[in-house]
């Protein structure tokens, strides 16, 4: 499945790729004005108009035998086992489960600050979430969102090389420009006073009287 969703992602089969692309997008932007039960209702309608024909067709072939008994259009998508195994099923089972685990943990520790600037984050995240949800809807994230998740990979895997070299002369101009400020931050810098060294000078010792006889 995680490879079939790269080779969506990465447009490996255009073809395929821009159905499920149009039909997502379509399919999100018709929820703007019809529910969900009513879209899904309309779209198992219209595929059953393709498929309907062309299964009556088929058999007539059957009937005036131009065809051999038994054969049908879309056998293929029938007879394609999608069922999990035992064991698939507890390892997807685990997967979901720790995932809910690790996410309620991870909202607990940033809800009762567990870090300080963990918790700073959350909150700018929820407030830029508020001042979204004020201009824009859910639905409209989520058709960005996909739009995004199609265009955005392919168009870093194609201009890698470019980027690349964009980024390196980004980061030597900013280091640069961080070097020209500490050269000038230590030329301005007041140089510290110096206070001159006092010599000592040595005193002459006591001269001592000596006595006469």
Known sequence: MAIKVMDLIYW??????GLVVTGLVIGLASLFQL??????SYLCISIMCLTFPLRLYYKLLELIQKIPEGVHPFQSYIGDDSSLTDEETVLVVEEVVLMIAFAITEIKRLLFIDSIMDSIK???????????GITTNGLTLVIVGVICVFSLPLFYKRMQGRMKRISKAVSVLLRKIKNMFKMLYSKLRPSPVT???TTLTPTPAPKHKHKSK
């Open 35 to 40: 529910s969900f039960v009513t879209m899904l």
């Open 195 to 197: 206070t001159p060294a």
């Open 122 to 132: 959350f909150v700018v995240l929820l407030y830029v979430l508020t001042y979204m």
């Open 12 to 17: 490996r089969d255009v073809g395929k790729t």
